[in-house]
């Protein structure tokens, strides 16, 4: 039985998660989600799964969340034993040049800005399915 992959994402847009939903669906990737709205609740999942505990294909993370930042979470991650070779990616609505580059230098697999329309949001959907697919 194939087993099917979990991504992590930390977002705490209620509308940008329904959207990753929708993107997950119109490009027929079939996932678990782990959603978490803030930093800190993303944390704490991290943590507790370092040891024992699921261990999600892909990360995807927003650069702006309350309490911890996506930059934090992505420099856990690549600090971590167990999640340290993971994908991660940073999926923002920043067009700041330095959020791209700092986030490529603490090890994002890769940088994707929002779309400003839902017909190019859902495209995420696609790339997320390209990503899963080198693992």
């Known amino acids: 039985m194939h087993q099917r992959p979990a991504i992590f994402l930390a977002e705490d847009s209620p509308a940008d998660v329904y959207l ?15 959603v978490f709205h803030d930093g800190e609740t993303a944390m704490s999942f991290l943590l507790a799964a370092e040891d024992n505990g699921p ?9 702006s969340l309350p309490a911890i ?3 934090a979470l992505l420099r856990h991650l690549r600090a971590s034993k167990r999640f340290a070779d993971s994908l991660v990616i940073i999926l923002t609505s920043s067009d700041d040049p330095a959020d791209r580059t700092e986030s490529l230098k603490f090890g994002a697999t890769c940088f994707l800005r929002k779309a400003d329309n839902v017909a190019d949001f859902l495209e995420i959907g696609r790339d997320i399915k390209a990503i899963l697919r080198l693992k």
């Open 55 to 63: 261990e999600p294909q892909l990360f995807v993370l927003d650069l």
């Open 20 to 34: 990753f939903r929708e993107a997950l669906k119109a490009h027929d990737v079939e996932t678990d989600l782990f």
């Open 69 to 71: 930042s996506g930059l």
